[in-house]
């Protein structure tokens, strides 16, 4: 059973470019989040999605940043006119359906990094 | 809000040594906690977890932690430390679970050196 996948595992952008991060989950998890990790710090919660729904995206900074986790593909989180302080490492996790387990299974993580 | 507080940055100890990395939680309502591992550039690997069942829980590589409600701990051990074990480590907790948040909330971390 493949684990959580995320591209690409590393992505560099210039000021001002579009980044666009991958994640699948593993099989038979339908819920995805996406975390923050800036150097030297734990993770931070940005956005928690389920097929074609936005539950919670309390994390997510008001511009730039957008996810989708659409009915068919991978979930996508993009940021738009990158900037410096967008360098980080990008995790995503996903879980089984509300009642089955509540852990977290983390992908490898896509590192950022804005010239 | 759940919050969770590692009290140390950094635990050094000798191979072969006891480990115990400490955590404090805050929560006002009955928490999942979680322990997490997260070796050099990669992702994050789940040691073990408590979901209000057995207060003390066994994880994976000899690890455990035990839940104290009391004191609002959730303390990570180990008998005898291994060099492969040199790792950050996290202590987490999750939303309420009836309210549907999933987000995790993440300590700051604890970096272990293993001595030889």
């Known amino acids: 059973n493949a684990g959580v996948m995320q591209n690409p595992r590393h992505l560099v952008r210039r000021r001002g470019q579009e980044a666009r991060l991958r994640c699948s989950p593993m099989k038979g998890h339908s819920h995805v989040y996406w975390y923050r990790q800036l150097p030297e710090e734990g993770l931070k919660f940005m956005v928690y999605?389920?097929?074609?729904?936005?539950?919670?995206e309390s994390g997510m900074p008001k511009e730039r940043f957008s996810a989708e986790f659409p009915k068919e593909g991978p979930s996508i989180l993009r940021i738009q006119q990158v900037v410096r302080g967008d360098s980080a490492a990008y995790f995503c996790a996903s879980s089984p359906p509300i009642g089955t387990g509540v852990e977290q299974y983390f992908g490898p993580g896509t590192r950022l990094t804005v010239t | 809000a759940q919050s969770v507080t590692q009290l140390d940055s950094h635990v050094s100890v000798s191979e072969g040594t006891p480990v115990l990395l400490r955590c404090n939680y805050s929560s006002s309502y009955s928490p999942s906690l979680f322990w997490y591992v997260q070796h050099p550039n990669k992702g994050l690997q789940l040691l073990l977890k408590?979901?209000?069942?057995?207060?003390l829980v066994k994880g994976i590589n000899g690890f455990e932690a035990e839940f104290k409600k009391s004191e609002t701990s959730f303390h990570l051990t180990k008998p005898s430390a291994h060099m492969s074990d040199a790792a950050e480590y996290f202590c987490v907790v999750s939303g309420r679970r009836d309210t549907g948040r999933r987000a995790l909330t993440f300590g700051s971390g604890t970096r272990l050196q293993v001595q030889p």
């Open positions: 408590y979901t209000s069942a057995a207060t």
């Open positions: 999605l389920q097929k074609e729904n936005i539950i919670d």
